[in-house]
């Protein structure tokens, strides 16, 4: 007999409405998804209250995403601008028990919620949209995140992370997976340029072989040292794992949007291409998990 799974996936809408977001709930319902962790969720069609008070709720385009999807969902204020996240979930094989408020430790929206899965049990599900220009936040982020599923139990944590998968240097980790080979980083202007290029102590930039900067990988390096996985770099090998996102602006595409378990066994992973990004400036990508 088969271990219970989960499928989650995680998708940066970029602020659709109207005939996008029918060609978007059309493409995410083909998929069949548990979960499901959505980001650049726009304005008050996403959390109907524009009271900063109200940190949690729906609007009507969340309920049109959710009856769309066959789930339900909720909302999280982002703190630093209008573009918030959603959770939605299954209807019927999954119940939330409850949501914590972790958005004042980041830049725009980190939420846990406590769901309770048919086959599986509790999981928390962190999701996630993590700061865009500025290293050193992005980095804080993962050490919170890293620290709230320290323990016991099972957790997932999906979203755009803007940065890449990493592995720590040296032998005690070389049972982690090997990291994403290195963008283009050529393409960035500087301004882009001084929020993603890894720095050493002296606050020199780290260079490549070639003499070329390299990118900051360190959040992701912070979640494998503390017992995430992500899924991707564990099923795939880096030159098969395919860019999520900076598809449009001046930006080098790079793998974005992930997914993370912990306490949970990686069983597939796919991306969902959408070359000529008619749908977004991001590709849907989709992991399955199971129980050990």
Not at 161 to 181: E, I, M, T, V
Request: hydrophobic share 40%; glycine share 8%.
């Amino acid at each position: 007999m088969s271990a219970p799974q989960i499928r989650i996936g995680t998708y940066n809408i970029h602020e659709a409405d109207g005939a996008l977001a029918e060609a978007q709930i059309e493409m995410l319902a083909a998929h069949d998804l548990d979960l499901l962790c959505v980001q650049e969720c726009g304005g008050a069609g996403w959390l109907d209250s524009t009271d900063p008070n109200v940190w949690e709720g729906t609007g009507r385009v969340l309920d049109h995403y959710a009856d769309g999807l066959g789930m339900v969902g909720v909302a999280a204020r982002s703190r630093a601008d209008h573009r918030h996240t959603a959770l939605l979930w299954r209807r019927g094989r999954i119940r939330r028990r409850s949501i914590n408020d972790y958005s004042r430790i980041a830049h725009r929206t980190f939420a846990q919620h406590r769901l309770d899965i048919d086959g599986i049990g509790d999981v928390n599900v962190m999701s996630v949209h993590a700061h865009h220009a500025n290293a050193e936040v992005r980095y804080s982020e993962a050490q919170h995140m890293a620290r709230l599923a320290a323990g016991p139990g099972r957790a997932l944590l999906a979203g755009d992370f803007n940065s890449l998968h990493g592995r720590p240097q040296g032998a005690r980790w070389q049972h982690l997976a090997a990291p994403d080979l290195e963008p283009d980083i050529d393409r960035l202007p500087d301004f882009m340029l001084s929020s993603q290029a890894l720095f050493d102590a002296a606050g020199n930039p780290v260079l490549d072989p070639q003499g070329r900067p390299v990118f900051d990988r360190r959040p992701s390096k912070v979640l494998q040292v503390g017992g995430f996985s992500d899924v991707a770099a564990e099923l795939i090998a880096p030159a098969d794992r395919l860019q999520t996102g900076a598809f449009l602006h001046d930006d080098a595409p790079r793998r974005l949007d992930r997914v993370y378990s912990y306490g949970l066994r990686p069983v597939t992973f796919e991306t969902v291409e959408d070359p000529k990004a008619l749908l977004s400036d991001h590709y849907l990508v989709i992991a399955t998990v199971a129980t050990p």
